[in-house]
């Protein structure tokens, strides 16, 4: 079930700073091994949005996360060794999805085709779970990097602009970070 936003977020850009904000807040408590966000973690989630607003900030390339990508075992369960893991696109070709590094990631067959052509978010939604934090940051640089190429990011989200990825689906609001670390610890 799509996420209901809240009235200050009108645009795409909004959306989806709002919510890499909100996942940067998420990391910090999980990488402090908090179980809930504290003030730190909202400052973090504030500076990044207004800077990120403001264009004094950015999130960083999909380069930098390839020190984060897991190649020995499948990004959506964890299954460790995996039968044999393919390449899987985190926004699907048949929805627009690049052909490109950065659109994939290596899972296992079964996930691969239970997940199959829906996007990431809506197929963990159906799922009622969440993606890990490495997945989110992998799928919003990439919705940011389309929304900032179509020149959508100041379009209203009332007029639902046609991208590749799932608008409706972007979170504006995390998981507590003790449910996450349980989550994470799984999928490792």
């Not at 590094?101 to 969440?130: P, Q």
Request: proline fraction near 7%; glycine fraction near 6%.
């Amino acid at each position: 079930m799509p996420v209901a936003k809240p009235k200050s977020v009108q645009t795409v850009g909004e959306l989806l700073h709002w919510s890499y904000a909100n996942l940067a807040a998420l990391d910090a408590a999980q990488r402090r091994g908090i179980a809930k966000r504290d003030r730190i973690c909202w400052m973090i989630r504030a500076k990044l949005f207004k800077g990120l607003r403001d264009g004094t900030m950015n999130v960083g390339t999909l380069f930098a996360d390839l020190r984060d990508a897991p190649t020995d075992h499948c990004v959506y369960c964890g299954v460790v060794p995996p039968p044999k893991l393919t390449g899987d696109h985190l926004i699907p070709r048949s929805c627009g999805g690049l052909e490109s590094g950065d659109n994939l990631v290596w899972a296992c067959r079964s996930c691969n085709s239970a997940k199959n052509d829906r996007d990431l978010l809506e197929w963990y939604a159906a799922k009622n779970d969440f993606p890990s934090v490495f997945l989110m940051r992998r799928y919003l640089k990439l919705a940011l990097a389309e929304a900032e190429s179509r020149r959508v990011m100041d379009t209203p989200l009332s007029e639902n602009p046609r991208v590749t990825f799932s608008l409706e689906y972007i979170p504006i609001k995390y998981p507590h970070p003790a449910e996450r670390l349980a989550l994470e610890k799984r999928e490792v």
